[in-house]
């Protein structure tokens, strides 16, 4: 529960500093996601696909980013009647080593939904993500990221879910 409240917090003062700046430095982001589940996650879960809304907020050679998504989650099993879901909230910082190129990374919350049957479970979990980019245009974004959710479980690298996530997103200002 202290978990939530330290990210509900974190995401308020993120959210305050958006205000902070001129609205038109603001640019607003939607990207399709390619999911590709790596190591243990790659025996339970298939490739994958979804979306997300970004907002990014330049500062000088970085800028302050905040995103939310959708991932639709394949099963890799086989379990029949089967439907996942997860919804990674993320912020972070994105490093700008020239106009198009850059390299992202920040702190997660991630909600995952599982339905086996008539057999329903949610969890949600703290993570970390890092990657990089390249504008290919001003307003079109490519990146590879990846996600290892499961930082606050038992052990640093007991029992987490890896995600590589390839997005391509076009940016409104």
Known sequence: ???????VTVLCMSLGIFTIGSAEDLKLGLNADLILPL???ADK???????????LFPVAVFAIEGSIGYWLIQDGRDLGDFSASLIP??????????PEFHFDFGLGYYIKNVKIG???ESDSTLGIYGG????????FDIKARI???GLARKGFLSNQDVFLCFSAGFYFN
Request: aromatic residues 14%; glycine residues 12%; positive net charge.
């Open 147 to 149: 996600h290892l959710l």
């Open 45 to 55: 879960y298939k490739l994958s696909f979804g979306g997300s809304a970004t907002v």
């Open 39 to 41: 190591g243990d996650s």
């Open 132 to 139: 990089a980019g390249f504008f290919i245009h001003p307003n």
């Open 1 to 7: 529960m202290k978990r939530s409240y330290l990210f």
């Open 118 to 120: 008539d057999v329903s």
């Open 89 to 98: 909230i993320t912020a972070g910082s994105r490093l700008e080593l020239s």
